[in-house]
């Protein structure tokens, strides 16, 4: 961890609970019951937020950064790209022609290099996800462009 | 006496029957095959596999569900201890201590320890439901709302001593998981609150999607951050049963988690993650060394997993004998029943006296099946030990993504999942938990209703809650958990050096 991050996340968070706390004063009218609106705990919960936001931006450090190296940076964010466009095409292409080409992609992403595994596991594991979830326990899959 | 065995002995011969004995062993093997998988746990599997279920007998079908149920929460701690990936949101505290036990190459023991106190705690649950069913349910009733908020304040300020680092980030982390819990419709006037006009919200942010997020794809970003020929699934895994020592170190959990789980799981609407957390913060108070708590301790698996079977034997006795559920599972357990045309409440016992007590009995059979199962099947599981860090945590993703599609079939909870999994990866990177967050989007909803219906009620007199005794209490214990540490904190501060303690 590093100060530096910390600070940042408490920022954040002070950033979150204020818009929270902003917006939440537009919900709900008074109510005859003496209880309290739908803006109470938004607003309560905002304050709260910034609160705790602020004192861990203020506070001391905790720690010593952490020290990561590029590849694995690069793998990190491999990885994202990846989720992102396979959560993209996921409903447009469907899950079978989404699924296995994604999958293979993480896996090279992760580092494996050796084609025969990578197609063997994305093909095998995406068939038996499919099978799983589809077939044994009928959840409605996207069918993509193999439904039409 | 003699009445209630009279009432066992005709439970058993229901039970006993071919036909339900084997729902009973089909219900706890697919429970467990499916609480495995990440992002399934016991509402999801129950809910989707109630369908199945109207061709049969309400007795038969209700033994299978309820053998779901347990196998599901049993299976939810594989996948906690193995990839740091709860189940369900019971088994979140599991991963704490268990998957540090799996890293440190003891896995074998935490999986043992884990079927063990199920199976301790689920058979004791059932013979607590069978004994104490009506007393319990005399106190649960003593219940308001005041309570409930009571119960559930002092749970999430306790919180912040969860992962031992920092109290102020724990608290952080909890009202931000409340703040989330507000998003969609008002409980009490429908309200749309932060919904932005997206559909989706309206029913507010999913837990599961933002489980998976802040655990699963946290984990698998955290594992691609650091060089992978540190495989964290590298040391050997010899002895599945615990050890003396292990054993000697449990030797009280496993009695106090299933009291504490059984008694939180007969509490309408507080369910097994609420009792999970409340055991191993209880385990973490009694401990010698509650500094170690986190680091892989065999208590910090023993206890949530005792008290969340426990719940599920408590969450029965709200559902038979008031027609109130005590879990999210056991709601839709009471949706499939009402769906047979059976009213759950205090008849039940008189008009369908096979299906309660045919139902616990079936729970004891199911228990011990379980154990003789699971034991010899935690080998399948601990192969996935073997598997290469580079090939499982794609398919972790593979089974997030799938998993979490299934519960909703509805894209934009895969993107919440995504977002939440880079949220979960930069907070867990700078030391803040991400487990209160889960809770507190769970309990607030409920806890927001509870409290303004206790102001309702009171006509917005907030002293209400100091009048209510049980709700006072439990207020007190929270402030105290606050306030205590802080004082001994200045306590240490003020006393000039030297001076003993």
């Known amino acids: 961890m590093s100060r530096r991050g910390e600070r940042a996340l408490g920022a954040g968070f002070v950033l979150v609970g204020i818009a929270a706390a902003a917006l939440a004063t537009g919900f709900g009218q008074g109510t005859e019951t003496g209880g309290p609106t739908a803006r109470f705990f938004p607003v309560l919960l905002g304050l709260l937020t910034t609160g705790l936001g602020a004192a861990i931006a203020l506070r001391a450090p905790s720690g010593a950064a952490a020290v990561t190296p590029p590849e694995g940076l690069l793998r990190a964010l491999g990885t994202l790209v990846v989720l992102f466009a396979y959560l993209a095409v996921f409903e447009r292409l469907g899950f079978l022609l989404a699924t296995a080409p994604s999958l293979a992609l993480l896996l090279v992403v992760f580092g494996e290099r050796r084609w025969p595994v990578v197609a063997s596991v994305a093909v095998v594991a995406t068939a038996a996800a499919y099978a799983v979830f589809a077939v044994w326990l009928g959840v409605p899959l996207p069918a993509g462009l193999a439904g039409r | ?501």
């Open chain 2, 1 to 501: 006496m003699s009445d209630l065995l009279q009432h066992l002995g005709f439970g058993f011969a229901v039970a006993l029957a071919p036909v339900n004995l084997l729902y009973c062993f089909l219900g706890v093997v697919v429970g467990t095959a499916i609480g495995v998988l990440p992002g399934i746990g016991p509402v999801t599997t129950v809910a989707m596999l109630v369908p199945l279920t109207f061709g049969m007998s309400p007795t038969a079908a209700l033994i299978l569900l309820a053998g779901i149920y347990y196998g599901s929460q049993y299976g939810g701690s594989t996948t906690a201890i193995l990839i740091n990936t709860p189940g369900e949101t019971s088994s979140v505290m599991t991963c704490l201590d268990g998957y540090q036990m799996a890293r440190q190459g003891r896995a074998g023991p935490a999986l043992g320890m884990a079927a063990i106190g199920s199976f301790v705690a689920g058979t004791a649950s059932v013979v607590l439901l069978m004994l104490l069913a009506r007393p319990l349910v005399r106190v649960a009733l003593e219940f308001g709302p005041a309570e409930y908020f009571a119960i559930m304040v002092l749970a999430l300020l306790t919180l912040g001593g969860l992962t031992g680092e920092s109290v102020l980030k724990g608290l952080l982390t909890a009202a931000f998981g409340l703040l989330l819990g507000t998003i969609g419709s008002d409980p009490l006037t429908g309200t749309p609150r932060f919904t932005f006009g997206v559909p989706s919200l309206l029913d507010g942010l999913e837990f599961l999607p933002v489980t998976m997020g802040l655990f699963a794809v946290a984990e698998v970003l955290a594992t691609a951050t650091r060089p992978l020929t540190q495989d964290v699934y590298a040391a050997p895994i010899r002895g599945l049963l615990p050890s003396r020592e292990d054993w000697r170190a449990c030797r009280w959990t496993l009695p106090r988690a299933t009291l504490i789980g059984f008694v939180v799981g007969v509490l309408p609407g507080a369910g097994a993650t609420l009792a999970s957390i409340l055991a191993y913060l209880a385990e973490k108070r009694a401990s010698r060394h509650p500094e170690r708590f986190g680091t892989g301790v065999i208590e910090g698996v023993a206890a949530p997993e005792t008290a969340n079977n426990a719940a599920s034997g408590g969450a029965m006795v709200p559902l038979l004998t008031l027609g109130v559920p005590g879990s999210g599972t056991t709601a839709v357990m009471l949706g499939a029943l009402m769906l047979w045309g059976l009213r759950p409440g205090p008849l039940l016992f008189e008009k369908n006296p096979e299906l309660v007590w045919g139902l616990i009995a079936s729970m004891y059979i199911g228990n011990v099946l379980l154990l003789v199962l699971n034991l010899p099947l935690i080998g399948l599981w601990v192969r996935l030990l073997t598997v290469p860090a580079r090939i499982l945590f794609p398919l972790v993703l593979l089974f997030c993504v799938t998993g979490t599609y299934a519960v909703s079939a509805n894209v934009f909870d895969l993107w919440v999942m995504l977002a939440f999994g880079v949220l979960g990866f930069f907070l867990q990177r700078h030391g803040f938990p991400v487990a209160p967050i889960v809770l507190g989007l769970i309990l607030g909803p409920m806890l927001e209703t509870h409290f303004r219906r206790a102001l309702i009620v009171s006509r917005g007199d907030y002293a209400f809650f100091l009048h209510r005794p049980i709700a006072a209490g439990l207020l007190a214990l929270a402030a105290a958990y606050l306030v205590l540490p802080v004082i001994a904190w200045a306590w240490r501060v003020r006393r000039p050096a030297g001076l003993p303690a």
